[in-house]
């Protein structure tokens, strides 16, 4: 990530931190203030995307996304095409570790 970017990313955690609302004058502000050079293209990409986003949510619901999604149950319309289509056969692996000859120690 450029410094730049990170440099927005820092700023908008300050402003979000101390509950002021993200625009792109407050993070020019904020990076003039610590003597980064940012091209002003940078506060006002980040001022868009935080602007109905709520960065401490974001950051505290960070590890707690579901796991995938189990498959679904078919519906009771579906039972016919359920059955219709053939069971697979589990096949058993073929061990490529098996007896060569040789062992490991």
Do not use: H, R, W
Request: hydrophobic share 50%; with cysteine; aromatic share 6%.
């Amino acid at each position: 990530m450029a410094s730049q970017e990170l440099a927005c990313v820092y700023a908008s955690l300050i402003l979000a931190d101390e509950g002021i609302a993200i625009t792109a004058d407050k993070l020019t502000k904020l990076t003039a203030a610590a003597k980064i050079t940012v091209e002003p293209i940078y506060p006002k990409l980040f001022a868009e995307v935080f602007e109905n986003a709520d960065i401490t949510a974001m950051l505290t619901n960070v590890g707690s996304g579901g796991g995938g999604a189990a498959a679904a149950a078919p519906a009771a319309g579906d039972a016919p095409a359920a059955e219709a289509a053939p069971a697979k056969k589990e096949e058993p692996e073929e061990e490529e570790d098996a007896d060569m000859g040789f062992g490991l120690f």
